[in-house]
């Protein structure tokens, strides 16, 4: 019964593009469990459209001065803001987060847009006067043309413009794949980037699925692709791209884990661990789904003050303004979590609070997954060693700061980590030898700021280079270096055959 429904299409060179291919996919309202509409699945046809509009626009994006391309990241930013709360409701009917947590993502991605509005100060080069006997020699950084990005369903604001915020503010022509599973918010911010004045063909919107994945890891004209996803197709983009010959950033999925060292301060510790393991029903790779207690006194206060908070919840639809959080993405999304919420209580964990079988009245075909904990987890099972990607917390008793700090060190994935204490030591040995990419101490979500940048370790974040800051802007450019001499009068003709030496 999907006849007539809204349909989402391409956004290409300033534009609405239906396409041609016939595939669809469905966006479902997590909240009533209901398809609410239709996506357009694209591919060869659609990214040929698409990149061959970028590369007719990007080139006199590339001349436009960088003041002036940063005067259309201010417009945009002014555009998002008066937007806020429709793109949010948009953000949270297909997404299912709260709408509160959607005005968060939009608002973090805005961050970033934020930060490349200074670009014009970024893209200054390094010049140094007299290498060599009237030899200067200087550096720029120039775009690399068309680029593109694809992006996960958890985030679908701030991800986007994390990535297009830099390359476009760099002078590249960007296309963006977003999630199909809630492919409209990106849409709109393409749309909006166009009132903001950016020229046709330069922020491209395809959707699609594997197919137009695989045809934009192949396209020749496309030189770099971010990706931010699971790990298995991380590290299958990062592969994929780099036999093609591209630059690839492709970040993956997330075990962070939360350490509450005896000396914690255990209200403040439960309070951030709480939003950081429930908040967007575990949606996040920067969520805090495993929490270490250290010593058996820490972990039966712990456990008791975590139950009183979890009683305190209040799971409802995302336009609830009560609501803690609200459904997951898909029906297909919920089974997968009690799915490992049976694994976790079949290799012997304890199920201290389960929540399959939650029903919200008047939703009862909403993706609603209660609150689980789970005491007694142990770095064998593999529900500790699988990303689970909803709201069930895994408690992992440590007997001391050593082993504590070897769990998130060992896994393998190493996206985030927070360490809960009041000991400036013991943090900074912690911050020192941790092996994991971004670090909080006493801070439950480390996503960095968007001046600094943001990457995960080992199955975490495939490539070198990082996420926005000075990273994304070293991402979307190459730099030519420039060795210059303007010697006087007529050239003397003279070939040097050994490499040219300054001394
Ligand atoms: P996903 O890997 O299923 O999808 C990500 C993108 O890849 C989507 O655009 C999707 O269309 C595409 N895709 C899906 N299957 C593909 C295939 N077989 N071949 C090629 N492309 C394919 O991820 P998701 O479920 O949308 O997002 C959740 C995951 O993303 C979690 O693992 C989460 O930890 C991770 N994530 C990581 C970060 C980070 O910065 N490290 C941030 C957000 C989310």
Known sequence: MTEGLRAIHHFIDGASHAGDDGRQGDVFDPNIGAVQARVGLGAQAQLDRAVAGALAAQPAWAATNPQRRARVMFAFKALVEKNMEELARLLSSEHGKVIADSKGDIQRGLEVIEFACGIPHMLKGEYTQGAGPGIDVYSLRQPLGV????????????????????????????ILKPSERDPSVPVRLAELAKEAGLPDGILQVVHGDKAMVDAILDHPEIRAVSFVGSSDIAHYVYQRGAVAGKRVQAMGGAKNHGIIMPDADLDQAVSDIMGAAYGSA?????????????????????????????????IGVSTDADAHYGPVVTAQHKAKIENYIQMGVDEGAELVVDGRGFSLQGHEDGYFVGPTLFDRVTPEMRTYKEEIFGPVLQMVRAQSFEEALALPSKHSYGNGVALFTRDGHAAREFVGRVNVGMVGINVPIPVPVAYHSFGGWKRSGFGDINQYGMEGVRFYTKTKVVTQRWPEGAASGDSAFIIPTMG
């Open 147 to 174: 680029v593109a990005g694809i992006t996960p369903f958890n985030f679908p604001a701030m991800i986007p413009m994390w990535m297009f915020g830099p390359a476009i503010a760099c002078g590249n022509a960007f």
């Open 282 to 314: 575990g949606e996040r790779c920067m969520a805090l789904p495993v929490v270490v207690p250290v010593g058996e006194k820490t972990a039966g206060a712990l456990r008791e003050r975590l139950l009183t908070a979890i009683a305190g919840l209040k």
